[in-house]
Nanobody, 116 residues
Framework: QVQLVESGGELVQAGGSLRLSCAAS????????MGWFRQATGKEREFVAA????????YYADSVKGRFTISRDNAKNTVYLQMNSLKPEDTAVYYC?????????WGQGTQVTVSS
């Protein structure tokens, strides 16, 4: 069983940066590929980025490629999302989950708001 808690979201100006964190409980965390997802108001939740269990493989949505970087620290049971050159269209609630996502693992997410 894994529990996930996201943090780090806040209001930022366009062009700014944020780093999101996802703290996981559960001793099997390092066995899972992990992902970041986001949901903007009135839209469906969408994939943002994913990372393999060892951190050796990463994948990104085209909309964030070159601006966002996913990483993980298995010793700390934490996954990160470094977000640079933020745009207003990045405004959303950001969630972490396994990849592919597992329904019971969805947490509360963390709100990222990018002002123009």
């Amino acid at each position: 069983q894994v529990q996930l808690v996201e943090s780090g979201g806040e209001l930022v100006q366009a062009g700014g940066s944020l780093r999101l964190s996802c703290a996981a409980s559960g001793r099997t965390f390092s066995s899972y590929a992990m992902g970041w997802f986001r949901q903007a108001t009135g839209k469906e939740r969408e994939f943002v980025a994913a990372i393999g269990w060892s951190g050796g493989s990463t994948y990104y949505a085209d909309s964030v490629k070159g601006r966002f970087t996913i990483s993980r620290d298995n010793a700390k049971n934490t996954v990160y999302l470094q977000m640079n050159s933020l745009k207003p269209e990045d405004t959303a609630v950001y969630y972490c989950n396994t990849n592919p996502p597992f329904g019971p693992y969805w947490g509360q997410g963390t709100q990222v708001t990018v002002s123009s």
